[in-house]
């Protein structure tokens, strides 16, 4: 793994691949440890607060425990054989989100710093959402002329079957995230269906011979992450398996939106394991920090216990 810039930005290389990392926003949630992440050891935040802060932890100078979580919303570009990939699209301009007022009517420049990294919208090719949430599928669309359009025209948009059948107002589901998903299926699901553009996978799906999407259930029914192997090199972008890292230190600890805690749990623990048997560094959706990390396992006595050994080599936000 090499990193370089286009102009200002910062690209990762993997084999023939190429990653940029293009934010839409970075910081707190609004949130406590123990609202954000129900029961998670409290030890996961004040023994690792040096770990924590100032990329995952906000605080003015109260207690870890009484500080608030920090995430960043962001996009992965990649670069692969030949073709443009973004990984989850963000919260969105615009949008009427009233579950989470704070992702309401936003107006942000991510566009034009999607520009910065050198992609217009009709450069994109493949737009992938690992999960169905407000916060991963907003830039899917964008309002022109009081209609929702496909941002990105030429794109095919990858989405997961099992998600579709959970968040299809006709199924009656309820779901953590509120009633206002059927507001984002209007507004930024479907219009790329209307389109043409849409295509439901589930199990595994291949986008090309480096990239592919792989069923990682538990935050949805329908979550994934995405591998990237080239060259004798793998990495891992891990969606929402984890919100921070005190998710490693306390690995069978779920956030508050993960719909299937149990399961979530299993997959977390699943994919470290793999991790740090393999030596792969993992990019979550949500990190601020410097992106992704590794992890090393050992036995606790009571079950596997993970530890961040490596940060990757991206400049921190």
């Known amino acids: 793994m090499t990193i370089s810039t286009i102009e200002t930005t910062p690209v990762l290389t993997i084999g023939d691949v190429t990653v940029t990392r293009v934010v839409e926003s970075v910081g707190s949630i609004g949130m406590t440890p123990e609202q954000f992440f129900p029961g998670t050891d409290p030890a996961a935040w004040t023994g ?31 670069r692969s054989g030949g073709k443009v990939i973004l990984i989850d699209t963000c919260v969105g301009n ?21 520009a910065a990294a050198g992609i ?128 490693v230190h306390d690995v069978h600890t779920s956030s508050c939106f993960d719909e299937d805690p149990a399961t979530a749990n299993a997959t977390r623990e699943r994919i470290f394991t793999e991790a740090a048997e393999k030596g792969l560094t993992m990019f979550p959706a949500h990190f601020g920090g410097h992106g992704g990390f590794k992890v090393s396992k050992s036995d606790s006595g009571s079950g596997p216990l993970f530890t961040v050994s490596e940060w990757a080599p991206l400049v921190a936000i």
């Open 94 to 114: 615009d949008k009427d989100r009233p579950d989470v007022p704070s992702w309401s009517q936003l107006q942000t420049e991510f566009l034009g710093r999607l």
């Open 120 to 247: 217009a919208p009709q450069d994109v090719d493949v737009v992938v959402n690992t999960h169905l949430h407000a916060d991963h599928v907003g830039w899917n669309t964008r309002l022109v002329d009081g209609v929702w359009v496909p941002t990105f025209p030429n794109a095919e948009y990858l989405l997961p079957a099992k998600d579709l059948d959970f968040w299809n107002p006709a199924s009656g589901n309820s779901t953590i995230m509120g009633e206002g998903a059927h507001t984002v299926w209007a507004d930024s699901i479907m219009p790329v269906f209307d389109a043409g553009q849409a295509t439901a996978w589930s199990g595994q799906h291949r986008i090309d011979k480096a990239l592919t999407l792989e069923a990682a259930p538990g935050h949805t029914p329908g979550a994934s992450i995405v591998r990237l192997s080239s060259d004798g090199e793998e990495v891992l972008f891990v969606g929402d398996t984890l919100h921070s890292p005190a998710q």
């Open 48 to 78: 690792g607060a040096d770990q924590l802060r100032p990329h995952f932890l906000e605080s003015d100078g109260d207690t870890v425990l009484s500080s608030t979580a920090r995430v960043a919303m962001q996009t992965w570009v990649l």
